[in-house]
Each structure stands twice: as structure tokens, then as C-alpha cells.
């Protein structure tokens, strides 16, 4: 169950597009349509934006899309905002049942 | 709306047990499966454990299968983590998540967290 694969850290301006990556294997994110992605702000707890690689949950801006290719997902937020600023993580159903998240990736918008 | 208040959490020593509760409201509990996830204070998320909607299955991460249980009582909308033989490397927050599906693979509500912390 290794973590999944994100940079440390990306960054854009606003109005910018910045696109997040997150690299797994066949065992989690090549093989399932399963994957999600989790904002979290500092001091609050995760929130979905992302599931079944590209669907978004009621409530979460249109600027937020995913996609995936091979064994790497991705994440793409268009039109930075300031509040687009926080960590994100990917997550990953598994061949074991389990789930499992990358090591997050931390969003400054300059 | 859903809430999820998780509780239990303290300062335990190495080797001790805890059992920490998730007290569910907003939603049909029942149906959906539930998830506990930890995280270390400034650090990313690890994924805990899982339990279906009708209790039928448990996976664990392999850092905790043997140690931790989860269980669930649908008579009374709480999730439970039972963590035993604790380590210092289990100190993190221990966040209660809603599953967005039966078995669901991801959370789409999260509780605040409780904090374990594991120190002599």
C-alpha cells in the first residue's frame, strides 16, 4: 500500500490553470475509475471536489476538473482564486478493498 | 445537514487502547459505509480502515490490521475505531468519513477529527 505519487508543491496566479498530478500503479489507479480528490484548508478537514476520476460533487465549482491517463490522474483548476490556496490530495480505491492517498500537494495561487 | 462528531481521542501510552466514536446525524447511516482516516499534525492523510454499509466487511491499511477494528451500530448511527497496542507513530488526528456509497471507495463528509496522542 504505497502512497500514491504528487508533487510537493505547485503554483499559478490568478486567472491561471494549474494542473495537479498523481501517479499510482495498475493496482490502484490504472486499474479502477476510482479515483478521488480532497481539498483541506489548514485547520479544517478534507473536502471532496473529485470522484470516479472527473465527477464533481453538487456544490463544487465548474473551474474544478479530473482526468486520467495510464496510472497518473490529474487534477486541473482553471481561473486561480486566492481561495483555491490549501493542500490537495488524491485518493485511490485499491485491489486490496483499501484506499489509498498521495502525499498532497500544497497550492499557493501568488 | 450531515455531521459527523468524532470523540475519544487523549494521551495514551505506548501500548494502551482507545476506543474512539463517530456519532453520525443528517443522513440514512445505515446505507452508506464509513471510513476512518488519520492524519499526523502538518503531514498528508493515511487512509485507516473501511466498513460496509451492513457491517459484512473491514479492510485496514496494512500499518493497522491487526491492532485496529472497526465496527459500526446502525441501531444508533456511530462508527467506532477500536485501537489497540498503540505506538507512538500512531499519534495523528482521526478523522470519521462518510462514504459517498455503500462500499465506497471515497468520503464526500468529514468529520473535525479527534486527536490520539501516543507518549509515555
Known amino acids: 500500500q504505497s502512497a500514491l505519487t504528487q508533487p510537493a508543491s505547485v503554483s499559478g496566479s490568478p486567472g491561471q490553470s494549474i494542473t495537479i498530478s498523481c501517479t499510482g500503479t495498475?493496482?490502484?489507479?490504472?486499474?479502477?475509475?476510482?479515483v478521488s480528490w480532497y481539498q483541506q484548508h489548514p485547520g479544517k478537514a478534507p473536502k471532496l471536489m473529485i470522484y470516479?476520476?472527473?465527477n464533481r460533487p453538487s456544490g463544487v465549482s465548474t473551474r474544478f476538473s479530473g482526468s486520467k491517463s495510464g496510472n497518473t490522474a490529474s487534477l486541473t483548476i482553471s481561473g486561480l482564486q486566492a481561495e483555491d490556496e490549501a493542500d490537495y490530495y488524491c485518493?485511490?480505491?485499491?485491489?486490496?478493498?483499501?484506499?489509498?492517498f498521495g502525499g498532497g500537494t500544497k497550492l499557493t495561487v501568488l | 445537514q450531515v455531521q459527523l462528531v468524532e470523540s475519544g481521542g487523549g494521551v495514551v501510552q505506548p501500548g494502551r487502547s482507545l476506543r474512539l466514536s463517530c456519532a453520525a446525524s443528517?443522513?440514512?447511516?445505515?446505507?452508506?459505509?464509513m471510513h476512518w482516516v488519520r492524519q499526523v499534525p502538518g503531514k498528508g492523510l493515511e487512509w485507516v480502515a473501511v466498513?460496509?454499509?451492513?457491517?459484512?466487511?473491514?479492510f485496514y491499511a496494512d500499518s493497522v490490521k491487526g491492532r485496529f477494528t472497526i465496527s459500526r451500530d446502525n441501531s444508533r448511527n456511530t462508527l467506532y475505531l477500536q485501537v489497540n497496542s498503540l505506538r507512538a507513530e500512531d499519534t495523528a488526528v482521526y478523522y470519521c468519513?462518510?462514504?459517498?456509497?455503500?462500499?465506497?471507495?471515497?468520503?464526500?463528509?468529514w468529520g473535525q477529527g479527534t486527536l490520539v496522542s501516543v507518549s509515555s
Open positions: 468519513a462518510k462514504g459517498r456509497t455503500p462500499y465506497s471507495s471515497d468520503s464526500d463528509y
Open positions: 443528517g443522513f440514512t447511516f445505515r446505507n452508506y459505509g
Open positions: 466498513i460496509w454499509y451492513d457491517e459484512s466487511n473491514q
Open positions: 495498475s493496482s490502484d489507479v490504472g486499474g479502477y475509475n476510482y
Open positions: 470516479d476520476v472527473s
Open positions: 485518493g485511490s480505491y485499491t485491489n486490496s478493498n483499501t484506499q489509498v
